[in-house]
């Protein structure tokens, strides 16, 4: 028979529904029986214990914030009587509590295209990068006419991806486009690159050319729209040139320490944090085992668990880089007047996550138990193995672009409420919960609902771990490329001319 309900930890004063209860339900626990006193939403909390005013409420074995007003057992614990335990900037310790992470002697492979340089791609693609948002429209009319005519060729596809920015920006704004832009220009899943200027834009070609740095001419051409006749025309004859070098390319076998895996939470519900989140930490944890990265980032939803990362910093070193990197973000937040801890967002809350540390005890789960060995502001490049952490928002568009750009090959992605969206390299969406696995089949690629429902969590890592080689050799394909969600999203702070 399937439980009800799910006590995290022996410290935790809330159990989570697992249905929908009713006013006068019994909830059995070992030592005794608990009436539900209100209806309660399935993946919401049950008070277990009486906790009077002010009382810490504790999930994880950690304090999820602190009651408003009384709360009886039998209770639905949420916003209406909890309020968050966090304010303002914080000042942090160094207190390391590393777990090392067993490396295992490994011979596992995957297929995958293996660039000049090195790198290490699992598509074969073409990418059409626009310097500026206003010839957005041009790409997509030569991405169109280029699949179409080499549709027949060893390729995955012309992908173009619109943005709005590359004029009338200034200073970090433009840099930030800049750093994003050419860091998709470099990354190994595109193996040829048509970048495309307009003529008058801030971050014009022979601007945009020293940011991308060293390049292959034979990978990478460039052309600016005002200078040609006939930009689509000219525009085709450059592709058939990289078309005719991207088919030089094979896949063959790779370690799978070449992966770089990006991870990332949306929409997330009352189960991510015991389902999915877990899940992809289980995985991160056998990836970098077998000398492979991956790269945790939304900034603003370790706000309330940054300590748990913080102490597996691998050295005082990185402990203050991520003591920076949380409080810069908060700062961020103070600079333009808004609340640092106005989060979870209304879908999150109708889920049943009540506050953001609730949320973010369940975010940083997905980075497992390795140390973490790297920090990197947003727009950078992973250069270590292992777990890095990486600056970004929360904004699901503008991490899995900040998490492509960084280097990732693939983003895995867990979901309690779904979306359709996906970045510019595979999207893994996971679904924290069975019904909406079974409901959006256009949009989910893998259910770990199923660690609820009496699955071993080490033979879903297994199956999960098993079905990410099959998609980094191109045996199977996500949702996201199947039906062409495929998008980028930059961030902005700054002012805009």
């Known amino acids: 028979m399937q439980s009800t309900h799910l006590i995290l930890n022996e410290n935790d004063n809330v159990a989570i529904a697992l249905k929908h209860f009713r006013k006068g339900d019994i909830l059995s626990l070992q030592d005794n029986e608990i009436e539900i006193i209100e209806d309660i939403p399935k993946g919401h909390k049950i008070a277990i214990q009486p906790m009077p005013e002010l009382q810490h409420v504790v999930k994880y074995g950690y304090p999820i ?31 390391p509590s590393l777990e090392s992470i067993e490396e295992v002697s490994s011979n ?122 006939d930009e689509i025309e000219d525009s085709m004859v450059l592709i058939e040139e990289l078309v005719d070098y991207a088919t030089t390319f094979k896949r ?131 250069n270590k193995s292992g777990l890095s952490l990486l600056q970004g928002p929360g904004n699901d568009l503008i991490s899995v672009t900040a998490l492509a750009a960084a280097g990732a090959q693939i983003v895995l992605f867990t979901t309690g409420r779904g979306t359709p969206f996906g970045g510019p390299v595979p999207t893994v969406k996971i679904s924290t919960n069975s019904d909406l696995y079974h409901k959006k089949k256009n949009w989910i690629d893998f259910n770990a609902g199923s660690l609820v429902e009496g699955q071993d969590k080490a033979e879903l890592t297994k199956e999960f771990f098993d079905y990410l080689l099959k998609l980094a050799s191109g045996e199977v394909k996500t949702n996201n490329e199947k039906f062409g969600f495929k998008e980028i999203s930059i961030f902005k702070d700054g002012v805009i001319l």
Request: overall charge negative.
């Open 65 to 95: 914030g602190h009651a408003k007003k009384s709360i009886q057992v039998g209770e639905w614990v949420h916003t209406h009587n909890v309020q968050t335990n966090l304010e303002g900037t914080l000042q942090y310790t160094y207190q």
């Open 108 to 229: 596992l492979t995957f297929n995958g295209y293996v660039r000049e340089n090195g790198d290490v791609g699992i598509r074969n693609e073409i990418w059409i990068i626009n310097t500026v948002g206003c010839i957005n429209k041009t790409c997509e009319i030569i991405a169109k006419l280029a699949n179409e005519q080499f549709k027949d060729e060893n390729l995955d596809g012309v992908y173009h991806y619109p943005h709005l920015f590359g004029c009338s920006q200034l200073g970090d704004d433009l840099y930030h486009t800049q750093k994003i832009l050419s860091n998709l220009v470099h990354h190994p899943n595109a193996a040829g690159i048509l970048v495309l200027g307009l003529g008058c834009e801030n971050n014009y070609i022979e601007e945009f050319k020293k940011v991308i740095g060293d390049y292959n001419e034979k990978r990478v051409k460039f052309l600016e729209v005002q200078a040609v006749d």
């Open 252 to 382: 063959q076998p790779v370690p799978v320490s070449k992966l770089k895996i990006g991870l990332k939470c949306g929409g997330s519900d009352g189960y991510s944090g015991i389902t999915g989140n877990p899940l992809l930490g289980s995985f991160s944890d056998m990836l970098i085992a077998h000398g492979g990265s991956t790269i945790l980032t939304e900034t603003p939803e370790l706000f309330g668990a940054e300590q748990i990362l913080m102490d597996r910093a691998q050295d005082e070193e990185t402990f203050h880089k991520i003591v920076h990197l949380i409080n810069d973000f908060k700062e961020y937040y103070i600079r333009h007047g808004q609340n640092v801890y106005e989060n979870p967002s209304p879908g999150n809350k109708d889920g049943g996550i009540t506050t953001l540390e609730e949320k973010s005890l369940g975010n940083v789960q997905k980075g497992g138990n390795a140390p973490v060995v790297d920090v990197l502001p947003y727009g950078s490049r992973i």
